[in-house]
Structure formats: C-alpha cells, structure tokens
C-alpha cells in the first residue's frame, strides 16, 4: 500500500465549477499535512498547509481528519489558471529529520 | 530573486555515461535534498544532506551518489545511468530538519538517457 495515496484523475470542470479531492496517508506518526500545486514540467510549490481545524485561504480550503487519516482540498469558482496537479504531501520526522512524503498528484483541468 | 537554482535544466546522457547535476540556493538553509520525480509519479526522496552529514534513503539505489562540498552547492552524482533513471530531479532545501521548517524547491533538472 502507498504510503499517500490520490485519486490520479484527470478532473475536468468548467470555469466556476466547484471541486474536490481526497487524500488518505498510512502512516498515524505523520505530523505535517500539506498541498502542493505542480504545473507541467515544474517544480511543486506549496499551495497551503493543512491543519486538524480546517483552514482556508481564499477560493482553497483544506481538512484534515486524523481519526481517518484522510486530507481534503476543495477549490471554489474554479479559474482557468487552476489546472495543474494537485499533490497531497505528509511530513514525518523518522529519526528526527524532515521527510515529505508526496502522493502521485491529481490532475484538474479547468475549461472555459 | 532564485533561491534554488538547478542547473542544467535539461540535461542528456548516454547509456553509461556518468553525469552530475547541480544545485545551488542563496538561502542559506543548514538542509540540502535531492528528489527523483518519474512521470506521472510522485517525487520520490533519494538523500539530504544536513551540513556535513549525509543521509541516504534505504531505497536508493548505490548507482546514486551526492556531494556538497559547502552550503551552497549540491551536486547528484549518476554513475551509470541506465533508462530507468530518467527523470525529473528536484533539489530542495530547508532551514532546518524539523517538520516545522517547509522545503524550498529548485525548478528540477529533466534528465534523458539516450
């Protein structure tokens, strides 16, 4: 069993649409969640950190459920500028160093 | 302003052929990490340096080999590459080993094995 696992897509929405992802993780000793956004043939970039209190910023909201251990994102108003990857990462400190652990992403395409 | 900067950005070998790939940061971050990122899969750890100590993943392979002869540079030493190691190579950074700190990525270098 992977260690973050993603639903790989693709998503195809409409511009305005509102949609979600799911994320679930394997290993109950992660402290860290987050989401990263990678464009083609870039490199990852945060997108936002991911707390058990929910946390949004602007059209982007993220939940985590440690109970389940399972992570959401949701994106509001869908813009064309969304499209790109989606990367559900944990961070765990096995022998106290910091290791991100990266699902294989899920892909959103958003068209006019 | 870069603060991780790869280079090349791509970069092509032959079967065999050893090549280096190079990072560089203007962060000043104690940590340095390399990642492999095959396509449509997730980026993969191979090995971090803190400072001076190098710390390799259990799972990669010993065809991969680091350097970083100080804080600034990094370097990814392929031996002998073979297809499979065709990828792209992400170099990060982090101010320090603690999960509190987030990592700095580099654009990655596109490796192709000819």
């Known amino acids: 069993r992977k260690e973050v696992e993603q639903d790989p897509g693709p998503f195809n929405v409409p511009e305005g649409a509102t949609v979600a992802f799911n994320c679930t993780y394997s290993?109950?000793?992660?402290?860290?969640f987050f989401w990263y956004r990678q464009d083609c043939r870039k490199e990852p970039k945060l997108l936002m950190s991911v707390y058990s209190s929910g946390n949004e910023d602007g059209r982007f909201t993220a939940q985590l459920n440690r109970a389940s251990q399972y992570i959401s994102l949701l994106i509001r108003d869908s813009k064309l500028s969304d499209s790109a990857t989606y990367l559900c990462?944990?961070?765990?400190?096995?022998?106290?160093?910091?290791?991100?652990?990266f699902g294989a992403g899920t892909r959103l395409a958003v068209h006019p | 302003d870069a603060m991780v900067i790869q280079n090349p950005r791509y970069q092509v070998t032959q079967f065999g052929k050893p090549v280096t790939l190079s990072c560089s940061q203007t962060l000043n971050h104690n940590v340095m990490y390399w990642y492999q990122q095959k396509s449509s899969q997730a980026p993969k750890l191979l090995f971090h340096?803190?400072?001076?100590?190098?710390?390799n993943e259990a799972d990669t392979p010993d065809n991969f080999q680091s350097r970083r002869p100080n804080t600034s540079f990094c370097f990814l030493d392929i031996r002998s590459p073979g297809l499979g190691d065709a990828a792209m190579y992400l170099c990060?950074?982090?101010?320090?080993?603690?999960?509190?700190?987030?990592?700095?990525f580099g654009p990655g270098t596109r490796l192709t094995v000819t």
């Open positions: 290993n109950s000793a992660s402290q860290s």
């Open positions: 990060a950074t982090s101010r320090g080993t603690s999960t509190a700190y987030e990592q700095y």
């Open positions: 340096y803190y400072d001076k100590d190098f710390n």
């Open positions: 990462v944990v961070n765990t400190e096995p022998g106290g160093y910091n290791k991100l652990i």
